[in-house]
């Protein structure tokens, strides 16, 4: 096998600084025997949706766990991606224009890339092409909880799932287990980033087994922590040394989306002295780790963590619901929530307006979420839109209160603070560039203004407004076959992403043996304009100096795969142009 070392660019969960080194050579490909071939059997594949000329099915292969796997339910043994495809396209991916493969980010299911996915599609076809989006989801989606979701859109009635999941009610005789812990879940043991690329690589062997053809179709892509995932996928090796079997050589191109795409971001692997010393430390630090997380010491999953925690994400997702089904009726959903410290903590934080409000969980006289009246869809906008969340990366620009007076926020920090010299990109980071206010007056009833109806409003602006409240409504309300934020995401993950940043190649990173393979392909990098990423690590490792490199103006993290399909100027949605036009220039 050929080594090559050489620098690469910025990474979120990047382990130290690094110098950038000199672009690299294609390696040379070695002789083979045979072809790979994939172990994906059993092709499924069932058409969900039919939506604005895009065909959305489920695609899923049998690809079973190990034999030494905890106990499992069966469609753990599956590995599968939502297909999103132009209705008068090509049935078979491999006579498509182009293959779009991407990772989701942190706790994100496939459903999180449903605008962006349909967007991509739409605009290609614009431009005379066809192409494909997958939108993969990882093997600890079969855990996800979708019976309250899929009996709710069954019944109309969002309170179905609420009280399933919260207050006992049985549906079809089954009562609601309760939440699962650390202790739990054993099997998220064998759902580490392993598994994550073997399923990735079987699935785009199996679906096109032409090597060339794989070389020719497919984009390599990621959102925020997917775009780290996809940088290990690049430099891995499925195949034992072969070229032809690694990461790399399945894809055309890679793409960035508000994220990056490497393996090794502070150029460790370029002096052989720091590979051989990160080598012989971490990859024991990570064998302990893992040890411990093995024998439930260290958490497998986030669990009761407040604003990120197992019902955090669940809350969203009913807030969804029930603005997807009843968008204009008042809010119930609160009132049938208990409370207790993750649940309490979670709603204090997302809504205090100031730090005493924050401290006092409302008692110094503003109140708490739960004291206040809004229709289903001011409750989602006031949970999760960016004049109104106090947390970054859970907002998108989805409109603004109505109905009532508001109130300036300045926890945890003013929006305006974002705006001093320097440390304002970095105060992005708490709660986003954007001014945000509560309501303020608890007889009225708040209600919506949608994305493209916010001229006037003196707080904000028609291009920081770019995702449709209905769109999120409908995404995060979905229930199977993936959820649109996982129910219980391994952080197994992370652990090995980490270990990965900090140098570590054997043990469970024994097949990253490439690095910076990204860099010989094409590159696309996408900011989004109000998130902090670009203006945080993205300074400190800066992108392929070979790279195309976009900003989506008035987009916040999230929106970057989330946004309407036409923005308020009138044109499509930045991050699916900007996808399509790269897939039209790579031939």
């Known amino acids: 096998m050929l080594s090559v070392r050489i620098s690469v660019g910025w990474g979120t969960l990047a382990v130290a600084a690094g110098t950038v080194g000199a672009l690299m050579s294609p390696m040379t490909p070695q002789a083979h025997a045979f072809a790979p071939v994939s172990a994906a059997t059993d092709r499924q594949e069932q058409v969900l949706d039919n939506r604005d000329g895009v065909i959305v099915s489920q695609v899923s292969f049998l690809l079973p766990l190990p034999p030494n796997a905890p106990p499992h339910p069966p469609e753990c043994d599956r590995a599968g991606f939502l297909r999103y495809r132009a209705a008068d396209g090509p049935t078979e991916s491999a006579d498509a ?83 699962k812990n650390s202790q739990d879940l054993p099997l998220l043991d064998s759902m580490g980033l392993e598994r ?34 996809t ?71 986030l669990g009761s963590t407040p604003v990120i925690g197992t019902k955090a994400f669940l809350i969203y997702r009913l807030a969804g619901l029930a603005a997807h089904l009843d968008p204009d009726g008042e809010s119930q959903l609160l009132a049938h929530l208990p409370h207790d410290f993750e649940i309490d903590s979670t709603l204090n934080f997302l809504f205090a307006p100031t730090w005493v409000g924050f401290a006092t969980n409302g008692a110094d006289g503003t109140g708490t979420l739960r004291d206040y009246r809004f229709t289903n869809t001011a409750l989602l906008g006031e ?44 105060l992005r980071l708490t709660a986003g560039p954007q001014q945000r206010f509560a309501p303020s007056d608890r007889s009225v009833l708040y209600t919506w203004r949608n994305y493209d109806n916010v001229q006037g409003v003196p707080y904000t602006a028609p291009g920081h407004e770019v995702a449709d409240i209905r769109d999120v409504a409908r995404q995060l309300g979905s229930g199977g076959p993936y959820a649109y934020w996982e129910t219980y995401f391994p952080l ?49 490792f800066p992108v392929p100096q070979t790279a195309i490199v976009q900003t989506l103006p008035g987009y916040n993290h999230i929106d970057t795969i989330g946004a309407a399909a036409v923005q308020n100027n009138g044109l499509s949605d930045y991050s ?9 220039s790579l031939g």
């Open 97 to 179: 224009d182009s293959v779009v493969v991407q990772q989701q980010g942190f706790n994100g299911g496939a459903m999180n890339s449903d605008s962006v996915a349909a967007n991509t599609v739409r605009s290609a076809a614009q431009l005379g092409r066809k192409v494909e989006f997958w939108a993969m989801a990882r093997r600890s989606s079969c855990l996800d909880e979708t019976t309250g979701f899929d009996y709710a859109l069954k019944t109309g009635n969002y309170l179905d799932a609420v009280d399933y999941y919260f207050n006992g009610m049985p549906i079809d005789g089954r009562v609601f287990p309760g939440f």
């Open 383 to 426: 949970l999760l839109d960016n004049n109104s969340c106090n947390f970054e990366l859970l907002q998108q620009g989805m409109g603004v209160l109505d109905g009532g007076p508001v109130q300036p926020k300045s926890f945890p920090n003013p929006g305006d603070a974002t705006q001093i010299p320097l440390l304002g990109n970095y």
């Open 196 to 229: 994550v690329l073997r399923d990735q690589y079987e699935i785009m062997l199996h679906e096109i087994p032409d090597q060339i053809v794989r070389q020719h179709k497919y984009v390599c892509t990621g959102i925020s922590m997917g775009g780290l995932v």
């Open 576 to 584: 699916g142009r900007y996808l399509a036009e790269f897939l039209r």
């Open 492 to 540: 197994r993950v992370v652990l090995d992403i980490a270990a990965g940043y900090g140098g570590a190649r054997t043990g469970d990173m024994g097949n990253l043996r490439y690095h910076g393979m990204e860099r010989t392909k094409p590159n696309l990098v996408l900011w989004a304009g109000d998130s902090v990423v670009q203006f945080g690590p993205g300074l400190l």
């Open 231 to 301: 940088g290990f996928f690049a430099d891995w090796d499925f195949g034992n040394g072969d070229p032809d079997a690694a990461g790399y050589s399945q894809c055309a191109a890679f793409v960035a989306q508000d994220s990056m795409v490497s393996s090794d971001p502070v150029a460790i692997q370029n002096t052989p002295f720091l590979h051989d010393l990160t080598n012989a430390i971490i990859s024991p630090v990570n064998d302990i780790l893992k040890a411990t997380q093995n024998i439930g010491v260290l958490p497998r999953i």
